[in-house]
């Protein structure tokens, strides 16, 4: 049985969809106001920081450094089953991030004073990656967009697909996504390469 190759074309996101669902989450008013900031900022986390559903809610509110526009990952793929637990990395964001992670620690402060999880739930316990499932999918409806095919490790493949077309080269994304190995950051390059092209050909339909 041969095994399916992985195409990160068959799953691009427009660069302009990451912030179609963080705006969609604020616009959830059947729910809290804390509650929909917080679903802002996991979106944001997944996408900036390139976090899986299940590292999002390990994060606590000790791990951020706002200032420096930073964020330390303790839990992290393999940490669980590894006999050798796997040391914390520091994932470093940048001006949007920071102003969505602004707007949602003060009124997550309100409700919840010094809890230490991140993203709380309506509970007051950490989220679970369903919760962050529901919240992709959820915020994907308000936004327009197909929530049959949105999870959120696609915002993960995203932000791959994104650093190469902003013309990063792969140490910088293979460290920043944390593989384990240089070839699986690559894939994520030949489909920037074919939207460059996309673009240049688009240029040529206008000169004619």
Same mark, same amino acid.
């Given at each position: 049985?041969?095994?399916?190759?992985?195409?990160?074309?068959?799953?691009?996101?427009?660069?302009?969809?990451?912030g179609?669902?963080?705006?969609?989450?604020?616009?959830?008013?059947?729910?809290?106001?804390?509650?929909?900031?917080?679903? /802002? /900022?996991?979106?944001?986390?997944?996408?900036?920081?390139?976090?899986?559903?299940?590292?999002?809610?390990?994060?606590?509110?000790?791990?951020?450094?706002?200032?420096?526009?930073?964020?330390?990952?303790?839990?992290?793929k393999?940490?669980?089953?590894?006999?050798?637990?796997?040391?914390?990395?520091?994932?470093?964001?940048?001006?949007?991030?920071?102003?969505?992670?602004?707007?949602?620690?003060?009124?997550?402060?309100?409700?919840?004073?010094?809890?230490?999880?991140?993203?709380?739930s309506?509970?007051?316990?950490?989220?679970?990656?369903?919760?962050?499932?529901?919240?992709?999918?959820?915020?994907?409806?308000?936004?327009?967009?197909?929530?049959?095919?949105?999870?959120?490790?696609?915002?993960?493949? /995203?932000?791959?697909?994104?650093m190469?077309?902003?013309?990063?080269?792969?140490?910088?994304?293979?460290?920043?996504?944390?593989?384990?190995?240089?070839?699986?950051?690559?894939?994520?390059?030949?489909?920037?390469?074919?939207?460059?092209?996309?673009?240049?050909?688009?240029?040529?339909?206008?000169?004619?």
């Amino acid at each position: 049985m041969t095994s399916r190759r992985f195409d990160p074309d068959a799953i691009y996101l427009e660069p302009e969809v990451p912030g179609m669902l963080m705006r969609a989450a604020l616009r959830q008013t059947h729910m809290a106001e804390w509650e929909r900031y917080r679903d /802002a /900022a996991v979106l944001g986390s997944l996408y900036y920081l390139g976090l899986r559903a299940f590292e999002v809610g390990h994060l606590d509110i000790s791990d951020l450094r706002l200032e420096d526009r930073r964020m330390r990952v303790r839990v992290q793929k393999g940490s669980r089953k590894a006999k050798r637990p796997k040391e914390p990395v520091t994932l470093f964001f940048g001006a949007k991030f920071a102003e969505a992670l602004a707007a949602y620690l003060p009124r997550r402060a309100q409700r919840w004073g010094s809890l230490s999880a991140f993203f709380p739930s309506r509970l007051g316990t950490r989220i679970s990656r369903i919760t962050v499932w529901n919240i992709v999918k959820r915020c994907a409806r308000l936004a327009g967009l197909d929530s049959d095919t949105a999870w959120p490790h696609l915002l993960r493949h /995203a932000l791959a697909s994104h650093m190469f077309l902003a013309g990063n080269e792969a140490p910088v994304v293979m460290r920043a996504l944390r593989h384990a190995s240089l070839a699986t950051t690559t894939v994520y390059s030949q489909t920037s390469q074919r939207r460059r092209a996309e673009a240049a050909d688009s240029l040529d339909h206008l000169s004619r």
